[in-house]
């Protein structure tokens, strides 16, 4: 029986969960801009917003094995997936996704209602990133900049699950949804050197028939960039002593594209970037630098950025 069960658990890719982690930086933003929140969130909200973000995103997870299904079977990976080798009743797939959806969304809205439009959103952007005709995927470009838009989507689940309601900073949404899209970007890139095939990599994606190995590398240096500049102007606004963690998280970022270029790379499959134990050091140190930096005012480095030109010139 539970044989039976394993292949509809599996196209829920509940090992892809650790992702809601991209909720956490929401929630930590807002002890800085409200420091008095921290002792009145009630705990069990956030517990419910990471299930239902869990349960929202996994809907999205069935919807794509499902309408991908055809295209995985070029793919060398992919084609052993429980839908493409027949594993899974695709009506009963399609009453999967359904349900998860219908039960993250409902959970969404028992925590408040700006979280729950947050999984609608979350939702919404699954269905046009995978249901044709619109079908984001298969269009360069806006297939990275539609699945990379969950960045901020989640990043705002985290804000709201706190109960802060006011917006948070459009530059720190900007930058979330431009570093996942330089993670994406790098996984196509890596996807297409994988696959080493134009012909079969334009059959398993479309945007593969645009997409080359010097068009994948200028857009991962264009997110790149955009992500600092939108940091930047963050840093600047807010919290200037945040620039002393640049050189990790851009090492960090280094190190992933450095993965991204090794033949099979792990960057194509994020659910076992776990196993590379040196990112994953770099990004614990990255954070836990950001966290400090965030909670340690240090009035002499801001000093060297807040100096008047006049003053300067005397």
């Known amino acids: 029986m539970f044989n039976k069960i394993l292949p509809y658990i599996d196209i829920a890719r509940p090992d892809h969960w650790f992702k809601n982690i991209f909720m956490l930086p929401g929630v930590l933003l807002v002890f800085f801009f409200a420091e008095d929140i921290l002792s009145s969130i009630p705990v069990l909200n956030l517990i419910l917003a990471f299930i239902s973000a869990c349960l929202v995103a996994s809907s999205n997870y069935v919807l794509n094995e499902v309408l991908d299904a055809e295209k995985d079977k070029h793919h060398p990976d992919k084609q052993h997936r429980p839908v493409p080798s027949g594993r899974v009743s695709i009506p009963i797939a399609y009453a999967e996704w359904i349900v998860l959806g219908a039960i993250g969304i409902a959970l969404g809205f028992t925590i408040n209602n700006h979280f729950g439009v947050m999984t609608i959103l979350l939702w919404v952007a699954g269905t046009l990133y995978n249901i044709p005709?619109?079908?984001?995927?298969?269009?360069a470009y806006a297939d990275v900049l539609s699945e990379?838009?969950?960045?901020?989507?989640?990043?705002?689940?985290?804000?709201?699950?706190?109960?802060?309601?006011?917006?948070?900073?459009?530059?720190?949404l900007l930058a979330y949804w431009m570093f996942g899209?330089?993670?994406?970007?790098?996984?196509?890139?890596?996807?297409?050197?994988?696959?080493?095939?134009?012909?079969?990599?334009?059959r398993y994606r479309n945007s593969f028939k645009y997409y080359n190995e010097e068009r994948l590398i200028e857009s991962i240096f264009f997110y790149g960039?955009?992500?600092?500049?939108m940091s930047g102007?963050?840093?600047?606004?807010?919290?200037?002593?945040?620039?002393?963690?640049?050189?990790?998280?851009a090492y960090a970022m280094a190190y992933y594209m450095?993965?991204?270029?090794?033949?099979?790379?792990?960057?194509?499959?994020?659910?076992?970037?776990?196993?590379?134990?040196?990112?994953?050091?770099l990004i614990a140190i990255a954070f836990i630098t950001c966290v400090a930096l965030m909670a340690i005012d240090i009035p002499a480095f801001s000093n060297l950025f807040n100096t008047p030109l006049l003053e300067v010139g005397k």
Do not use: C
């Open 181 to 202: 899209a330089f993670l994406m970007a790098m996984k196509r890139y890596a996807e297409y050197k994988h696959i080493a095939d134009d012909d079969r990599a334009a």
């Open 148 to 172: 990379s838009l969950n960045n901020p989507i989640r990043f705002g689940m985290g804000w709201y699950a706190t109960g802060f309601l006011v917006n948070p900073p459009l530059s720190m």
């Open 233 to 249: 102007f963050f840093l600047a606004r807010y919290r200037i002593e945040l620039i002393l963690a640049t050189p990790i998280v």
């Open 225 to 229: 960039s955009f992500f600092g500049i």
């Open 133 to 139: 005709p619109i079908r984001l995927k298969d269009h």
């Open 258 to 281: 450095h993965l991204g270029f090794k033949p099979n790379s792990p960057v194509q499959r994020p659910e076992h970037l776990f196993k590379a134990h040196k990112l994953v050091i």
